[in-house]
């Protein structure tokens, strides 16, 4: 189904580096849209099919793989990702929150240094739903890598790389929201943007 027919849904997509907050908020966002009677489908990039097992798989260093190669398996895994989940919900008028999108894929196989060129002909497809609100965590490198703690052992985890992905997020000219401030405060500016765009009544 081509993007201009989706126009019953509301496609949000909430981006930022590892440690942003984005999967929690993501969580807490959606329960808030279902609170108010909404339909909501829950989702994230890289999902659980099997592109984004390989691409987990590589990121705990089991696999081997190119920086072309890696950004293969996040092509794969959306493509089977719209055409599963987020386009079905589109058509059905459904809210989808989505944690990880797009401009995930620009910033972080940019960051590591992948053809920007290349990363846009692989993103300039019909079939791929324009996202109707991206918002972007912003956090410090030091402040998101102090939150993941010893749980930052992916190739990604790394504070130099994250430096990178975070101008790279920058250059896209994202409006941020900063994710520095407690939980609650960063959640009610979330659900304010979300207000401006997507009737709640």
Known sequence: MLPAEMDRGFFIVLEGIDGSGKTTQAARLAAWLRDLGREV?????????????????WARGELE??????????????????????????ERGD?????????????????DGVDRALIERHLDSPDLPQPDLTLWLRLPVERAIERMGSSATERYERAGFLARVDAEYARMGLDPIDARGDPDSIQAELRRRVGEQ???A
Request: aromatic share 10%; proline share 6%.
């Open 65 to 90: 793989a190119s920086a072309a190669e890696v950004l293969g398996f996040f092509v794969a895994d959306r493509r089977e990702h719209v055409e599963t989940r987020v386009a079905p919900a589109l």
């Open 41 to 57: 489908v829950e989702t994230r990039e890289p999902t659980d099919g099997p592109w984004g097992r390989r691409y987990r798989a």
């Open 95 to 111: 809210v989808v929150v989505c944690d990880r999108y797009v401009a995930s894929t620009r910033a972080y196989q940019a960051a």
């Open 198 to 200: 997507l009737p709640l």
